[in-house]
């Protein structure tokens, strides 16, 4: 039988670890609904805004405060998952991420009719993040190889990255001939088909209890890894919430933001697996230490020059940059994971990335109240994307 062989040796059909091909397999058509949500809710969150009266500036604040009600939501969130997973497994907690899911999808699809119904969107968003995201990083924790944790992060990311090249251009099309609420249904039956996908064998547990306040030391304890979360998410949580109401507001359509993403994403694509080989073979503080500035600089192109070619620019060198700082520390989350505990792992790296995606969104709210503008969250980011440079130059993350 031939094999179609990726470069780097990849070759998905054969994968060594068999039980992990259903969790990628899932994370695949999981991205598809996951991308189509977090480009294109921003904008329609907005544009409700707008709807009930409200100028560009305060629509703005209502989409950062819909962010901070889904993070705050997703904390929460978080102490349930770390008790049920023990109970049901890190499969099924993926598979609970569902219910509060459909709930999200149908308190969005009638904000149009009721704008308060953007609060419990936000709530049951933020539970099905916490809920989902446990269930996938202990799992993957549990089934991944130790000694390539890299390489398999970059192959889920590769194969997500693939199908997520037409999801914004298609997601664009789908709002302009049918509206958002064809969009968010699209995005519900693509959900469905990952929980199929996953399927609910081998399941794993975890099996040891972890307190929150075991977290907080750790994080005070270990600043500058925690700096590097930090920074990271917040600048992450800015890109995924001004970016595409920038976008939309500069061209004043959905398609050619749909357009700008899709191109983006596909110049990224075959680059995240071939990170993941590297950074096995690297470590993670080389890759990061090149990633950063790669994600501050795209910033920076955004605040010099305003057209399509140079937001397609800056944003495929967001993407090569993002991906060399989100892949090491994905992989330094799995590997303390084996090492110390796979609850003491996700709950540090959530709790870190929560705190920065709230002083980020906080910290922009505050800058629109006293007059600020939605470009000049720009230099905010690039500031934050900073955070994770703290660590490389203590060294605190490893080199090979």
């Excluded at 914004?168 to 199929?196: D, K």
């Excluded at 540090?348 to 990335?353: K, Y």
């Amino acid at each position: 039988m031939l094999t179609w062989h990726l470069p780097n040796n990849f070759n998905f059909f054969n994968y060594r670890k068999n039980e992990l091909k259903p969790l990628l397999l899932s994370g695949v058509a999981r991205r598809v609904a996951v991308t189509l949500i977090s480009i294109f809710s921003p904008i329609y969150i907005y544009e409700i805004g707008q709807k009930y009266g409200l100028d560009s500036r305060y629509a703005i604040i209502v989409v950062l405060l819909y962010y901070v009600i889904a993070i705050l939501s997703k904390t929460i969130s978080l102490s349930f998952s770390e008790n049920l997973s023990q109970k049901i497994g890190f499969k099924s907690m993926i598979w609970a991420s569902f219910v509060p899911f459909v709930i999200f999808i149908l308190s969005l699809v009638f904000t149009s009719l009721c704008p308060y119904l953007l609060i419990p969107a936000a709530i049951f968003w933020g539970i099905h993040v916490g809920f989902f995201w446990w269930g996938y990083h202990g799992y993957f924790i549990k089934e991944g190889d130790g000694d390539h944790f890299g390489l398999n992060i970059g192959e889920a990311r590769f194969l997500e990255t693939i199908v997520a090249v037409l999801s914004p251009f298609l997601g664009a099309l789908l709002i302009s001939f049918l509206g958002f609420n064809s969009l968010y249904i699209f995005s519900g039956v693509f959900m469905g088909i990952a929980l199929l996908l996953l399927g609910k064998d081998h399941e794993r547990r975890q099996r040891r209890d972890i307190k929150f306040s075991e977290v907080i030391s750790l994080i005070k304890s270990h600043k500058s890894i925690s700096l590097a979360y930090i920074g990271s998410s917040a600048e992450t949580i800015l890109y995924m919430v001004i970016w595409p109401v920038f976008l939309f507001r500069f061209f004043g359509q959905v398609i050619s933001l749909g357009a700008v993403v899709s191109v983006s994403i596909f110049f990224a694509a075959i680059f995240s697996l071939v990170l993941g080989r590297w950074v096995d073979k690297q470590g993670e503080r080389k890759i990061i230490s090149i990633g950063v500035p790669l994600v501050t600089l795209s910033w920076i192109i955004r605040i010099i020059k305003k057209s399509l070619p140079i937001f397609i620019l800056a944003d495929s060198v967001w993407n090569f940059g993002q991906r060399m700082v989100e892949l090491p520390l994905n992989t330094l989350t799995y590997k303390k994971g084996v090492e110390g505990g796979s609850a003491r792992a996700i709950l540090f790296r959530e709790t870190a990335i929560t705190i920065g995606g709230l002083l980020s969104l906080i910290l922009l709210i505050v800058w629109m109240l006293y007059g600020g503008r939605l470009e000049e969250g720009f230099i905010i980011a690039a500031v934050l994307s900073t955070l994770p440079l703290i660590a490389v130059y203590k060294r605190k993350l490893q080199d090979k």
